[in-house]
Every structure is written in C-alpha cells, then in structure tokens.
C-alpha cells in the first residue's frame, strides 16, 4: 500500500509575505502583553525564518529537514529565552548560542544530503509492520505498569500531590525504561501505521494498544511523557499530508494552551495560594498567569545555562564528555548534574538545559561550536540513508525531527531511551538493517549474485556437455 504525499509543494511567495505581515501584529501583541519589546522582536524574527526556510523547500521530504525546521526554531527558542531571563552573563550566552547555531548549518552542509529518487517521489510505501513485536512490548509495559500502580496505591496523576508522586512512581531507570519506551513506542508505530491506512494497524487489537499506551502514559502526571509522541504524530501527519497547515497551527496553539495551563494547575495544587503570590511577584499578570509554565520553561533555558557558565569551569571542572555520554555510563542526566551543583533543592525533575548548554558543560566555548558540528553530520547522515519512502524510514525521520524539536530546552541525549526507541520503533515498523549499511548489504547482495551467476554457468556447462560412454 502507498499513500500519495506532495513532493514538490508549491507555495507562492504572496503567502508567504501575507503570512509573515500577519506576524507582525502577533508578535507586538506578545510584546505589549509581557511588556518585553526584545521578546516581540524575538518572535517575529525567528518565525519569519522559520516560515520562509519551511516554505522555500525543494520537495515536501526537505521541509523537514533539520537545517530547515531545527535551525530558525533554535534560533527563536535562545532568543526569546534570552529576552524573557536576566541573567548577568547575556554575552557569553549569545556567543556560544550563535556558535551553536552555525555550527549545525556548518556540519548541515559538510554531510549535504542530496536528494534521493524516494525523497522527489510522491508515495509512502508500506512496510510491514511486526504486529506480534508491538503486542509483546505493549504486554510488558501494561504488566509493568500496574505493578508500578499495585505499589504506589495510584497513578500520579490520580495522587493527591502529583508533582511529588511522578517524581516517586518509578523506583530505578529500568522499570521506567520498559514502560516508557514500549508504550511511546507503541502508540507512534500504531499511529503511523494507521495513518496511511496499514491493514496491520486497523484491526480492532491494534487500537486498543494505541489507546491504552496513550492513557497509561498520560497517567504518568508527566506532560513530557506524551509531548515526544504526539509531536511526532503531528510531524509524520503533516508529511503523509493528513492534517494541512492551518489546522495544525491552531492545534499547536490549543495544546500549547494546554500544555501552559495542565502545569498551571499542577503547581497550584502543589503549592497553593502561595504560587499566585510567587508568580505575581515575578511580573505575571492576572492574564498572563496562565501562561507562566511554558514561559518559564523559555526563560529557565537561559537562566540554567547562565548557572553553568558561572559553575563551570570556576568553580568544576569541564566534563569533558562524562555528562553528555552519561546515559551510556549509567549515569543521571546532565539537568540532574547541575541542579545538584548549583545547590538547588525542589520537587520535580531536573533543569531545561537546552542545546547549547549540553556541550558546554562538558566542552565549554569551543564545545559549542564543535559539538553541534558532528551532531549535524550525525542526523545529516540519518537523513541521507533512511529516506527511502518507506513507513518506517517516515516515521524514523519524523521521530529524530521531533526530538531535535524538544532538545530546544532539554539535552540532546539525556537518556538511553534516546537511542532505545527509534531503534524499536524502526524496527516494529519494518526497518532492515540495510537502510544504514547499504554498503555492507551490496556487498552481500553482490557476493549473492556472484555465486548464482557461477552456479548458473556451472549448471549451463554441465548440460550442455555431450554425454561419453567409456570404453
């Protein structure tokens, strides 16, 4: 089965002039509202950018290419975070921010995907999903699950303090390793699959994981839990062309909404009356109140990463790569790391990081520009070898878009579940190893071919040999 996409789209410069002067009160609304002109400058900049590279691409494949989307959405993201924070050490944050950012275009360039004949074509081929890989994971993770909820009395969200419950509900990395990536693993390949109209993905079992991974992980009490995800259903529903521009900007806008007003409530029932005495000391009004999670999320990007600057390298040492490869060394999160160097002590998890950040705690100035490098050829290459127009290679794509989304604030390998699930999700979907190595799958395939064509020439002599009676 093949699902038709827009290869080449066509959008006309005049949408774009419309679309970009319709910005220009939206972010002076933003301005006046925060009273923080820099912010509105931020915003109308960075969004312009972003919807001139999106609009300007080639083929419908390279929208969402990261030097594309990730690149003017991190350079909106530092910006209008460093406009919201006021930290003293603004300098060296746009210094290492602008590093970072041309780093990537840099490493972008050096690997330059070209495109393939699968990335101009206009179809989504099929692949088979592993329907009894999914129900197997989907099994562990629902057993796990309740045993988890037999030993907390609930689920957090359920709990009377779920800020202090979800922070509580896993005892070690594993069990929420199990759960967490087969159900978010699950419910994308599901999802995906039933998107472009998979047979494997519409039977009745097959929406009933969909469902139940989605309500276990919303359970969870963290957003997060469900933001990874649901961005990638978005990501991969715009490239199948299921949902058009205008209904996923208003959808951005009410989860947005959503997103702001669900961590709203959480503190006020964490903290009570107290948290709108704290938030109208910082500045929020009553009508911007609401909206003081998701902008402290932005403004603590650059008030962390001011943190590590003044920590590192005066007060500890450069990392040199044990935070950033931590998860590979069983290690706790570089968030982790520094809330406990800087001495802060709340309830919840740990710091927004950000991009830029990652690589300097470990290799400070120069870490910044160089890191982001190699991260570019990384994903580059990732592109380059897995847009071959299949479900799994799709969805593959629309995962490592979505993450490098959400490294915006977090840290761009915090976990091993960031290798864990793309892997799994590659390969319940269909993925071969090949789509990686195509070097070592020709080799095979030529080695394979080789010994046919000699067999053939061995049977061909053979029977057309006269047949010899001995004397």
């Known amino acids: 089965m093949t699902v038709r996409v827009d290869a080449r789209p066509r959008t006309g410069s005049r949408g774009v002039l419309v679309a970009i002067l319709l910005l220009a009160p939206l972010s002076w609304a933003a301005a006046s509202t925060l009273d923080n002109l820099w912010f509105g400058v931020s915003m109308f900049v960075g969004l312009a950018w972003l919807m001139v590279s999106f609009a300007s691409s080639p083929t419908f494949s390279r929208r969402w290419s990261p030097l594309r989307l990730f690149v003017p959405s991190l350079f909106l993201y530092v910006t209008c975070s460093m406009s919201l924070s006021q930290t003293p050490t603004k300098p060296i944050e746009l210094l290492c921010n602008a590093l970072a950012v041309g780093g990537f275009i840099l490493g972008y360039f050096i690997a330059h995907p070209r495109p393939t004949a699968q990335e101009t074509s206009s179809n989504v081929t099929e692949t088979s999903g592993r329907a009894p890989l999914l129900v197997g994971m989907f099994f562990a993770a629902a057993?796990?699950?309740?045993?988890?909820?037999?030993?907390?009395?609930t689920a957090p969200v359920f709990a009377t303090d779920?800020?202090?419950?979800?922070?509580?509900?896993?005892p070690n990395g594993v069990h929420s390793t199990i759960v967490v990536v087969f159900l978010q693993v699950c419910m994308m390949a599901v999802a995906c699959g039933w998107l472009i109209r998979a047979p494997w993905a519409r039977r009745p079992a097959m929406i009933v994981i969909l469902v139940a991974s989605a309500l276990m992980l919303a359970s969870l009490g963290n957003r997060g839990m469900l933001a990874l995800p649901l961005l990638m259903i978005v990501v991969f529903s715009m490239w199948t062309r299921r949902l058009n521009l205008p209904l996923i900007v208003i959808g951005a806008i009410v989860a947005l909404i959503g997103f702001s007003y669900s961590g709203f409530q959480r503190n006020l029932q964490a903290w009570g009356l107290g948290y709108l005495n704290d938030l109208a000391l910082a500045g929020y009004r009553d009508g911007t109140q609401v909206f003081a999670p998701t902008l402290s999320y932005v403004a603590g990007t650059s008030e962390t990463f001011s943190r590590t600057i003044q920590l590192i390298p005066s007060t500890i040492d450069f990392q040199l790569g044990l935070q950033f490869f931590g998860p590979l060394l069983l290690q706790p999160s570089t968030d982790i790391f520094i809330k406990e160097a800087a001495g802060l002590d709340f309830v919840g998890f740990g710091l927004a990081i950000g991009f830029t950040n990652a690589f300097y705690v470990d290799w400070g100035v120069i870490g910044c520009f160089v890191g982001p490098v190699i991260f570019a050829v990384l994903m580059?290459?990732?592109y380059r070898r897995v847009d071959d127009g299949t479900l799994a290679g799709r969805a593959l794509l629309a995962y490592v878009t979505s993450s490098l989304l959400l490294t915006l604030y977090g840290h761009p390998f915090a976990y091993l579940s960031y290798i864990l699930i793309p892997a799994a999700l590659f390969l319940s979907l269909?993925?071969?190893?090949?789509?990686?190595?195509?070097?070592?799958h020709a080799r095979s395939q030529s080695m394979t071919n080789g010994q046919l064509r000699r067999s053939s020439r061995h049977d061909a002599s053979y029977v057309s040999r006269p047949a010899t009676i001995e004397k």
Request: hydrophobic residues 45%.
């Open 162 to 170: 779920t800020n202090l419950a979800r922070t509580e509900f896993f």
């Open 143 to 153: 057993c796990d699950f309740v045993f988890l909820v037999a030993r907390a009395g």
């Open 430 to 440: 269909g993925g071969s190893r090949s789509s990686f190595f195509p070097a070592s």
């Open 380 to 382: 580059a290459y990732i």
